[in-house]
Structure formats: structure tokens, C-alpha cells
């Protein structure tokens, strides 16, 4: 089949990355028909070096969220197959030559990539980032999934039409493309995961935009859990028939094991409880035995330093991620449905 794919780049204050982004699009062995970059309201130089590029490049008017930004592309889009990509990410040369090759099979509808185990940069709260999202996809059985991330993946342009694109009632980078992947799924659709295909994720985080970036994913996906009770929260977060989806039962388990932790600590520093400030420690522990397959396989690919404090950051991560879900559940409850 002679497929066509159109890139679609939403981007805003990218001036940091975007260039390298578009280099590597550039420097691929099977060429896109069209690039089209969506300037989401940026305040840098992000619109003009697209345009130095030759990409075409659109504008939303403002800040408008990338589920609108991803729309607009979509619908200025020619190409059989529309490949979303982060302003933030390098891709290998041949990814659209095996994005391709998947969509010569007419029942699959989309396609899944992951990141690169390893980041450029060295800090830690970054590298464990960028490490805590490739292990949540690498861990999943090769071929069908119910996942699409747009930091890299593709979809057929009549179907992402028919299901009506990206939910523009999202407004943050939060599970506008999350909720794609099980509209997808849920309308007969096969998401394919490719693991040979990585790419490279480029963003650095402080720990407080770590902290304010997982509370904001974490209220995103308590709302969207309780929107659909049976087919979200049920089925695909908490996750119990593994059903798919890069959320792990033992992640959600752990989380309700470091909200109980903290409960405990309260308790035992307003009352004085020994026995409470012991039960924290064991729940923290056993918060940690969820994550032996993470940290095992990270002290196989990274070192075993790496490995120690990324077990001190899973805590912290896992402690925001109970508040985030918690603030969500009751933003949800007093109205605030997105």
C-alpha cells in the first residue's frame, strides 16, 4: 500500500527543542508528505523556526490546549495515516518507514511507540521520569494495546475522524490522548505497540515541575476514572484484569499503600504513637514491593545508585499521585467534570 503520512507537531514555547524535533523528521529514510506544525500560543521563538524549517505551520490564536491544537492539524492534514509527535522528542531515521509498514494490515487502526530507557539529561527527577514511562509500556506484552501517548504515535485518518478526535474538553496535557486510546479500543479498533520503534524524550524537569505535572496528571485521571466508572476507573485504571493499558494494579495498590503510610505518620506525631510511626514504615515498605519488577529491571539497564534513589523518588511520586487523585475525586464530586 502506498500510504501517506502527515506529521502533526503541537507546540508551545518549543523553542528549546523544536529544532532538534524537526531534524531528526527531516533526516528520515522514508520521508512524510507533509510536516504541519500547530503554535499553540507560544510567547518564544518556537512559530519562527518552524517557519525557517518550511513546515506548515498554524496557530491556534492562543493558548488553547493540545487536544484543539491536535485537532486543527488533523483536520488540515492530507495523509492517509496523521503521525502526532511532541515538540519535545527526537525519532530514529526509519520511524516512519516501520509506522508504515504496520498500517498495510487494514484492521489496525493506530500505532504505540515508547521512549528510550536512557534521557539526555543527568538529573535524576528527570531520568526517572522518562525511565517510570518507558518500563510502564516495555512491561506490557508485545502487540495490542489499549494505550496511545502522543509524545510518538500514529492513526488512521478516517478513523480518527469518526471517533470524533481528541476530546477539546480536556484542556491540559493530561488523558486527552489516553482517552483516544480506549475510545479506539472500545469502538473495535487495534492499537498496536511497537517496541523497536523509541524515541527520544528531550524535556528536563525540576522537582517542583515534576510534583506540579504528576498532581496535574493524577486530578486528570481520577475525573476521566469517575466520568466512566465501569470503563475507565474499573476497567482500565485501576486495572485489575490488566486490560491493556500502561497503569499497573500494583502502581494503584501502592499508592493506596503510601496514602495509608501518611495517615499513620499524622497519627503517630499527634499522638505520640510508636506502634502508628511502625505501621508507616511497613507500608512504605511493602509500597515498595509493588515496584520490585521497576526497580529491578531499572538496576539491570541503569546502575544500582540510579536504582536507590529512584526508590526514594517512587515514594514521593507515589505520595503526590494519592493527593492528585484525591483532589480529583472531589473537584469531581463539586461539579468540575475536566
Not at 146 to 164: H, L, M, N, P
Not at 299 to 315: E, G, P, Q, Y
Request: charged content about 15%; proline content about 3%; aromatic content about 10%.
Amino acid at each position: 500500500m502506498n500510504l501517506t503520512i502527515s506529521v502533526i507537531i503541537p507546540a508551545w514555547n518549543a523553542g528549546n527543542t523544536i529544532c532538534m524535533c524537526l531534524d531528526s523528521i527531516s533526516k528520515q529514510s522514508i520521508q512524510p508528505s507533509e510536516v504541519i506544525l500547530v503554535d499553540d500560543g507560544s510567547s518564544d521563538n518556537t512559530a519562527t523556526i518552524a517557519e525557517e524549517y518550511g513546515v506548515t505551520l498554524l496557530s491556534t490564536g492562543g493558548r488553547e490546549g493540545p487536544a484543539t491544537a491536535r485537532n486543527m492539524g488533523a483536520a488540515a492534514a492530507g495523509g492517509d495515516v496523521i503521525l502526532f509527535l511532541d515538540s519535545d522528542v527526537t525519532v530514529p531515521v526509519d520511524l516512519i518507514e516501520k509506522i508504515t509498514a504496520h498500517f498495510d494490515d487494514r484492521s489496525v487502526w493506530a500505532v504505540q511507540t515508547l521512549y528510550t530507557p536512557v534521557c539526555p539529561t543527568t538529573d535524576l527527577v528527570s531520568q526517572y521520569q522518562n525511565y517510570y514511562y518507558y518500563y510502564s509500556l516495555n512491561r506490557m506484552p508485545d502487540g495490542r494495546t489499549a494505550t496511545f501517548a502522543t509524545w510518538c504515535s500514529a492513526v488512521r485518518r478516517d478513523r480518527f475522524q469518526e471517533i470524533g478526535g481528541f476530546n477539546v474538553r480536556i484542556p491540559e496535557p493530561t488523558v486527552e490522548d489516553e482517552e483516544l486510546g480506549y475510545t479506539i479500543v472500545e469502538s473495535g479498533g487495534t492499537i498496536i505497540l511497537d517496541k523497536t520503534v523509541q524515541v527520544t524524550h528531550l524535556a528536563s524537569y525540576t522537582l517542583a515541575q515534576f510534583t506540579s505535572r504528576r498532581l496535574r496528571m493524577a486530578r486528570a485521571q481520577a475525573k476521566s476514572g469517575w466520568r466512566q466508572v465501569k470503563k475507565r476507573l474499573l476497567a482500565r485504571y485501576i486495572n485489575v484484569h490488566e486490560s491493556g493499558t500502561h497503569h499497573s494494579r500494583w502502581v494503584v495498590l501502592s499508592i493506596l499503600l503510601v496514602l495509608m503510610a501518611q495517615l499513620c505518620i499524622l497519627w503517630g506525631l499527634l499522638f505520640l504513637s510508636s506502634a502508628a510511626l511502625v505501621s508507616a514504615v511497613l507500608l512504605l515498605v511493602s509500597a515498595l514491593v509493588c515496584h520490585y519488577g521497576f526497580l529491578n529491571r531499572c538496576r539491570k539497564d541503569l546502575n544500582r545508585n540510579v536504582t536507590l534513589s529512584f526508590a526514594f523518588l517512587c515514594i514521593y511520586d507515589m505520595a503526590v499521585l494519592g493527593w492528585g487523585v484525591v483532589q480529583g475525586s472531589i473537584q469531581y464530586m463539586f461539579g468540575k467534570k475536566y
